[in-house]
Every structure is written in structure tokens, then in C-alpha cells.
T-cell receptor, first 111, second 118 residues
Framework: GENVEQHPSTLSVQEGDSAVIKCTYS??????FPWYKQELGKRPQLIIDIRSNVGEKKDQRIAVTLNKTAKHFSLHITETQPEDSAVYFCAASIPGGKSTFGDGTTLTVKP | GAVVSQHPSWVICKSGTSVKIECRSL??????MFWYRQFPKQSLMLMAT?????????EQGVEKDKFLINHASLTLSTLTVTSAHPEDSSFYIC??????????????FGPGTRLTVL
């Protein structure tokens, strides 16, 4: 089955700095790669996603890159703010919709 | 946007009892729904795929006789934790994929159900 590895497990940055979280996946059939932000006690919220026919996608301060050959994708957050502090999960999904999640990255943005 | 609801949002039960959790897609039909479990400070682990009109598909290591799944309609899937024990205490989250035109599918997550077994 699919195996998703996510790094780092914790990340602490100063407000205004950039944060990068990386994930690798194993199943070449995966074609949809969403990123979720989860605040304590709440459901995961989709913040950005990318499909396998695209190499990069940007939405304001958030961007995701995908290297399908190397089977890795990354989340980039620029100009971080304290409200960006949360746990971030990457996921790899096969066409049927089944998702495998990374172990999560706890991001702390220090004011 | 698409909405997925879960009921109840939290439940506390005694060891040995059964608990039913409902997952509903409110404004779209979902022939497939997914059930995840999330232990504190851990990731979401897929438990099973719920298929409307047919048997659920369980992930390796998940006891199908303990976690009963019924996908009775295109908008409702239920997860029943039978003979619950303290180790079943967790956050249970369902999701339903929705086709978004030419954009493929997007997963919509329910708000989750926090189960505490005493």
C-alpha cells in the first residue's frame, strides 16, 4: 500500500519567516496531494492541494510543489503568522479517493 | 461548499457498550465514504472504506466485527463500535469525496466524533 513520510515532525519559526514541510510517497498511482491544517480538537481543514499533472500551485502565502518523478511534494508558507501555528498533514490519494496521511508536522510561529 | 456532518460530536460510554456514529453528506451524494481514527497527537489512520450498497473494505489490522459499517444510502454511513473498551477511545473522523467538475475529487471531512470509553 501507499506509504507517506513527512518531515520535520516539529518546526518552530519566527514570525515573518518561511516554513517548509516535505513529504514523500511510494505509490506511483497516487495523483492527488492535499495539505491539511488541524487545530487542536478540530477537523482537518484543506489549505491547498495539487494534482499530479501540475508541478506547482500557489495561493497567497501558501504554495505546494510536486516532483512526481522523485515522488515528493512540499508545502511552503511564507511570511508566517502566529495563527499559522497548527499541525499540518500531507496526504497522498489514489484515484478512488482513499488517502494516506503523513504523521504530521507541528508548526509553531513565535511572535 | 460541500458539507459533511457527524453525530454525535462527542460521546462517553461504559466499557462493553456499543456506540453508533453517523456520517452524512448534506448537499451531495457519496457512494463512498472513508472512516479514519486519530489518536491524540497522531495522524489520521484509515480504518475502512464504506461503500453504498455493498460491504465495507477494512484496512489491515482493523477488526470488521468490532467496527461495523453500514452505508445504507447515498448520504449516510454509520460506524458502530461494538463492545467498546478504553483503548477504543479516539477521535473518529469520516470523509466523503466529491467530484468537482474537471478538477477531480476533493475530500470533505466531517467535524469528528470524540469517543471516550470509561
Amino acid at each position: 500500500g501507499e506509504n507517506v513520510e513527512q518531515h520535520p515532525s516539529t518546526l518552530s519559526v519566527q514570525e515573518g519567516d518561511s516554513a517548509v514541510i516535505k513529504c514523500t510517497y511510494s505509490d506511483s498511482a497516487s495523483n492527488y496531494f492535499p495539505w491539511y491544517k488541524q487545530e487542536l480538537g478540530k477537523r482537518p481543514q484543506l489549505i491547498i492541494d495539487i494534482r499530479s499533472n501540475v508541478g506547482e500551485k500557489k495561493d497567497q502565502r501558501i504554495a505546494v510543489t510536486l516532483n512526481k518523478t522523485a515522488k515528493h511534494f512540499s508545502l511552503h508558507i511564507t511570511e508566517t503568522q502566529p495563527e499559522d501555528s497548527a499541525v499540518y498533514f500531507c496526504a497522498a490519494s489514489i484515484p478512488g479517493g482513499k488517502s494516506t496521511f503523513g504523521d504530521g508536522t507541528t508548526l509553531t510561529v513565535k511572535p | 461548499g460541500a458539507v459533511v456532518s457527524q453525530h454525535p460530536s462527542w460521546v462517553i460510554c461504559k466499557s462493553g457498550t456499543s456506540v453508533k456514529i453517523e456520517c452524512r453528506s448534506l448537499d451531495f451524494q457519496a457512494t463512498t465514504m472513508f472512516w479514519y481514527r486519530q489518536f491524540p497527537k497522531q495522524s489520521l489512520m484509515l480504518m475502512a472504506t464504506s461503500n453504498e450498497g455493498s460491504k465495507a473494505t477494512y484496512e489491515q489490522g482493523v477488526e470488521k466485527d468490532k467496527f461495523l459499517i453500514n452505508h445504507a444510502s447515498l448520504t449516510l454511513s454509520t460506524l458502530t463500535v461494538t463492545s467498546a473498551h478504553p483503548e477504543d477511545s479516539s477521535f473518529y473522523i469520516c470523509s466523503a469525496p466529491r467530484v468537482l467538475g474537471n478538477s477531480g475529487r476533493e475530500q470533505f471531512f466531517g467535524p469528528g466524533t470524540r469517543l471516550t470509553v470509561l
